[in-house]
Nanobody
Framework: QEQLVESGGGLVQPGGSLRLSCAASGSIFRFYDMGWYRQAPGKERELVATINKGGRSSYIDSVKGRFTISRDNAKNTMYLQMNSLKPEDTAIYYC???????????WGQGTQVTVSS
């Protein structure tokens, strides 16, 4: 059964960096669009970054210039490099892959990112 497993979250000081990983158990994901959402306490889940199967990416304004989304299809893994982190980046980060044939979206379990001094 296909699944997504996230890693790389943790506690970091403001201005620091983290790299999140999202590893797929199978190879199907290389054919589909993927991305990252985040959800902060008391707030709705928001889309942070997307990357299509061709590698084209997009970002919300608040992370542009600080976050970089990428994917390594040979390793069935997607990444989110987060630099210059701010306290407002604190959230649970979720990766996803769109499955158009199934008309559904597969989610990872989430990884906590906390930015605090």
């Amino acid at each position: 059964q296909e699944q997504l497993v996230e890693s790389g979250g943790g506690l970091v000081q403001p201005g620091g960096s983290l790299r999140l990983s999202c590893a797929a158990s199978g190879s199907i994901f290389r054919f589909y669009d993927m991305g990252w959402y985040r959800q902060a306490p008391g707030k709705e889940r928001e889309l942070v970054a997307t990357i299509n199967k061709g590698g084209r990416s997009s970002y919300i304004d608040s992370v542009k210039g600080r976050f970089t989304i990428s994917r390594d299809n040979a390793k069935n893994t997607m990444y989110l490099q987060m630099n210059s982190l701010k306290p407002e980046d604190t959230a649970i980060y979720y990766c996803y892959v769109d499955l158009p044939l199934q008309q559904s979206r597969m989610w990872g379990q989430g990884t906590q990112v906390t930015v605090s001094s």
